[in-house]
């Protein structure tokens, strides 16, 4: 078969050779129209240029990239701090809110930026999703890459990831272990790895303790303070309901505590409660409760490391690192009243 050139995507385009480079390395003005032709016929013929041309083609400057789905969450301040423990390249940091579309803008223009390398964590998973050859074919322009968190259908780049499954599955034990039989869940996004591998954890451990979930007791909060904090009030207004909770993620956590405090209720009087992650400034209040800990900036820090490591060796396999993490109990697993019933 014959190899396809930048001629044949320029001939189908109806534009010039320049044109196409110009698309493809995310430089110089090109029309949405014209683009959008080009970005077609790239995929008529599911080119993908090699690495040696990549490089040849455009220079790479001394930035790395650094992309997060919320800016906002003391998880990726985390993150953010210890990719700047890393190195002391300058970071171009780019916050995507969770969306697809924004991220498609964000990789166009961390492009032009002709970075060193880019750290990326994915607004969504990508998989089936219409945006997942554009996601990918940019990703594949740059210099290097690192997925971090959030894993991403489909891709063979370096990543830096924690083990969702079993941090779940050794929170719930712990609740298990402190004498609760009927433990809900409030669930993170299940359109993200994620969210799924979390509540696969969650559900492994009830099953293993012989224990099974109640449809009413698992609420669905998208990895959101605001979603937690809803649901966790309407839960809050039926009188039958769980002993404990495992909270998927420190945001969730935080809607979570709100309501439970707001409606005069007390971890862990009334509520047993672990969460994945921890809630940054409880501490100041007095306030101790029990969280699955994951040495964030460790993550951002080895992020660093496997991205100088790819731009050192850019034709060696895929790397994925999967740190662990470590339950820090404070005595918020272990209800100590009576104000709820345990089944």
């Known amino acids: 078969m014959k190899e396809v050139t930048i001629s044949d995507i320029a001939k189908r385009a109806g534009v010039g050779k320049a044109t196409v480079s110009r698309v493809l390395n995310g430089s110089g003005y090109v029309s949405a129209e014209t683009r959008e032709r080009v970005e077609d016929a790239i995929r008529d013929f599911d080119y993908t240029p090699s690495a040696a041309a990549r490089t040849l083609s455009r220079r790479v400057g001394s930035s790395i990239g650094l992309v997060v789905p919320e800016v906002d969450n003391p998880f990726f301040g985390n993150i953010v701090q210890g990719v700047s423990q890393g190195t002391d390249l300058p970071i171009i940091l780019a916050n995507t809110e ?19 390398g880019l750290i990326y964590t994915p607004a969504v998973d990508y998989q089936g999703h219409p945006l997942e050859a554009e996601v990918h074919r940019m990703l594949s322009q740059m210099n290097a890459v690192v997925v971090l968190d959030r894993e991403l259908a ?14 779940a599955y050794a929170s719930t034990r712990a609740l298990v272990e402190a004498g609760h039989r009927r433990i809900g869940i409030v669930a993170g996004d299940m359109g993200l790895a994620i969210g799924r591998q979390r509540r696969a954890g969650f559900l492994r451990a009830l099953e293993d303790a012989g224990l099974k979930l ?4 698992e609420l669905h909060a998208r990895f959101t303070a605001e979603g937690a904090y809803r649901e966790t009030l309407r839960m809050l207004e039926r009188p039958d309901r769980p002993s404990a909770f495992f909270v998927s993620n420190n945001l969730s956590s935080r809607g979570f505590i709100r309501a439970i405090f707001e409606r005069g209720f007390n971890i862990p009087r009334d509520i047993g409660y672990i969460g994945f992650d921890v809630v940054d400034g409880l501490e100041m209040l007095g306030l101790k409760f029990s969280y699955l800990d994951r040495d964030v900036s460790r993550m951002g820090r080895e992020a660093v490391k ?21 339950l820090r109990l404070e005595g918020s697993e272990v209800r100590t009243g009576g104000g709820a019933t345990r089944r």
């Open 154 to 167: 489909g891709a063979r780049f370096d990543g830096v990831f924690t083990d969702n499954y079993e941090g």
């Open 214 to 217: 109640r449809p009413e007791d």
């Open 306 to 326: 496997l991205l100088f490591e790819r731009m050192e060796r850019p034709e060696a396999p895929p790397r994925k690192l999967v740190l662990g993490s470590s």
């Open 98 to 116: 969770n969306s697809a579309e924004q991220d498609v803008k964000v990789l166009r223009a961390m492009l032009e930026q002709r970075l060193r």
